[in-house]
């Protein structure tokens, strides 16, 4: 009986090791730059081992320009060696702007504000630590709809990510 209460305990063990093993989350900030550095508040969540989901929330701030943004992306993550992966995906979120011009007052004063909905396409390289940490470098271009918050419509979004695996 006490061989048999051992046995079990050790599978018990191995069990809870492997599942705290399989770290399926991932927090933590992306910097970057997109007409103007920000950062965001990155979340990912591992639906299985080559696929996962990620939702951002940030801001951007530049000379004239403040920007909030939420974004949600579904990503595929192919394996390349040594704890290096290279994923894709694609998506799309909304956000707010605000244009303020610093004109001083009694003077014509164009300030803006407005909001959009954007979707976004996403390539990147990571590399995941012995320990829980993940970092990452992301190409993102994005294309935006409404309230003439760019002239061209598109932004290129370059990003350096560090996250927390739990």
Do not use: C, H
Request: charge should be negative; proline fraction near 3%.
């Amino acid at each position: 009986m006490k061989k048999l209460l051992l046995a079990a305990v050790m599978l018990l063990g191995v069990a809870f090791t492997a599942q705290a093993q399989e770290e399926r989350n991932a927090l933590g900030l992306r910097l970057g730059d997109n007409d103007g550095f920000g950062g965001e508040v990155s979340y990912q969540r591992y639906l299985n081992s080559g696929n996962r989901l990620e939702f951002d929330l940030g801001w951007r701030d530049s000379n004239n320009y403040d920007a909030v943004k939420l974004t949600g992306l579904y990503q595929w993550v192919w394996n390349i060696e040594g704890g290096f992966n290279w994923y894709a995906g694609v998506g799309g979120g909304l956000g707010t702007w605000e244009f303020d011009d610093d004109v001083p007052p009694g003077f014509d004063n164009d300030d803006d504000s407005g909001t959009f909905l954007f979707v976004a396409g996403d390539i990147g390289i990571e590399y995941n630590f012995d320990i829980p940490l993940q970092l990452s470098l992301d190409f993102r271009p994005e294309i935006y709809f409404g309230d003439d918050f760019r002239d061209d419509d598109f932004g290129p979004d370059i990003a350096l990510g560090i996250r927390y695996k739990f």
